[in-house]
Nanobody, 126 residues
């Protein structure tokens, strides 16, 4: 049973930084791709950043150069360092474990990718 617990959200002024962390349990790491997704009020969920078991990463165009996903210093954690935050980054952020590495929601649906979601952590940029 896969469980994901996020932490590190909060409120920050534009230009500031936050670091999100996700503690993962109940899975075999090499079987999953880890990612961060977000959903703003009134908007669709979107993939933000992903990291494969081999360490390769992918980012949404809107966050490239500002966000960095990494395997955490503690075993079975995945972090998202967010720098130069913008008001448009305001959203609920979710840690996701999925069986195929893609950030595209349409592909996830079309391919029937299995996803496990955390409860989310709020990020507010003003």
């Amino acid at each position: 049973h896969v469980q994901l617990v996020e932490s590190g959200g909060g409120s920050v002024q534009a230009g500031g930084s936050l670091r999100l962390s996700c503690a993962v349990s109940g899975y075999t790491y090499n079987n999953y791709c880890m990612g961060w997704f977000r959903q703003a009020p009134g908007k669709e969920r979107e993939g933000v950043a992903g990291i494969n078991s081999d360490g390769s990463t992918t980012y949404a165009d809107s966050v490239k150069g500002r966000f960095t996903i990494s395997q955490g210093n503690v075993n079975n954690t995945v972090d998202l360092q967010m720098d130069n935050l913008e008001p448009e980054d305001t959203a609920m952020y979710y840690c996701v474990a999925q069986t195929y590495c893609t950030l595209e929601m349409a592909a996830i649906k079309a391919l029937g990718v299995t996803q496990y979601w955390g409860q989310g952590t709020q990020v507010t940029v003003s």
